[in-house]
């Protein structure tokens, strides 16, 4: 019974690998489909087909964690994502997994160099790092203006979806946000834009890699991927951010656009 029992252990073993590698297959297939559909311009698919990729990555793995096949491609296929995807800390911490694993040696000296190369350069930056998300806007440049355009197909023209207005209320307060207004667009019926206005580059860079925004970024994958369910018509088909530098001078007579305080900063 015993050596039964052991038999059974190493062919489930061996079954739960085989699953896991044509699970992690389909995955990486769908991640990569998403980024010819991001080249298309299908953002809302790409974004979903993309979550849904990675969760098979991630399950694949679940179902072999010692395995060192599936963790140190895992750690590959992350560790060469963007860092807003968050998937920085589980890349370092594959790559760390399979350099220690015993058979780690026995692969191909191209592989291993390839591991050791990218693992290097996550130990670097460091599972944290945040890169400059906006390199072409001068450091000095302030204050900086971000334009956020929302579409809903659904939405009455010039009444945002509850949603829109908690995002406006969950700015308020946020560090380095100097004020907030929203208007709705006349050419594109069902469109808001949230314009903010940020002290400076650094700013922007510390909101947008935040856990607000980027809460906002999971939530909207979790739901275009079907893990949460979304009430009818607060789901947009449109979503793009800008970022413009203000200019210098202009005049208010009775109010104008911009925060009155950030005018008044710039009168003194």
Not at 35 to 40: E, I, T
Not at 81 to 104: I, Q, S, W, Y
Not at 244 to 252: E, R, T
């Amino acid at each position: 019974m015993k050596l039964l029992a052991v038999t059974l252990v190493a062919v489930m073993g061996a079954l739960a690998q085989d699953e896991g590698k044509a699970v992690f297959q389909q995955g990486v297939e769908k991640v990569q489909r998403s980024g010819s559909l991001a080249q298309q311009g299908k953002f809302a698919e790409a974004n979903a087909l993309m979550q849904e990729g990675m969760a098979e990555v991630d399950r694949a793995v679940s179902l072999a964690p010692d395995r060192l096949e599936l963790r140190m491609m895992r750690g590959m296929v992350y560790g060469s994502m963007p860092p807003f995807l968050n998937k920085t800390a589980t890349a370092r911490e594959d790559l760390e997994f399979a350099v220690g694993h015993p058979e780690f040696n026995n692969l191909a000296q191209n592989s291993r160099d390839r591991v050791l190369a990218l693992l290097g350069r996550l130990r670097e930056t460091g599972a944290s790092a945040r890169p400059d998300r906006f390199p072409k806007v001068p450091a000095e440049a302030s204050p900086l203006i971000a334009a956020a355009s929302i579409t809903y197909s659904d939405a009455t023209t010039g009444r945002p979806p509850a949603s829109v207005e908690h995002i406006m209320k969950q700015l308020d307060g946020y560090p380095g946000l100097l004020g907030k207004h929203m208007v709705a667009s006349i050419d594109h019926p069902g469109m808001f834009i949230i314009f903010t206005w940020w002290k400076n580059k650094q700013a922007l860079n510390n909101w947008f890699y935040g856990d607000l925004h980027q809460g906002w970024m999971r939530q909207r994958g979790r739901a275009m991927s079907g893990e949460t369910s979304v009430a009818a018509g607060e789901m947009p088909s449109q979503v793009a951010m800008e970022v413009f530098a203000g200019l210098p001078g202009g005049v208010q007579i009775n109010g104008g656009f911009i925060p009155a305080e950030i005018f008044a900063a710039g009168r003194k």
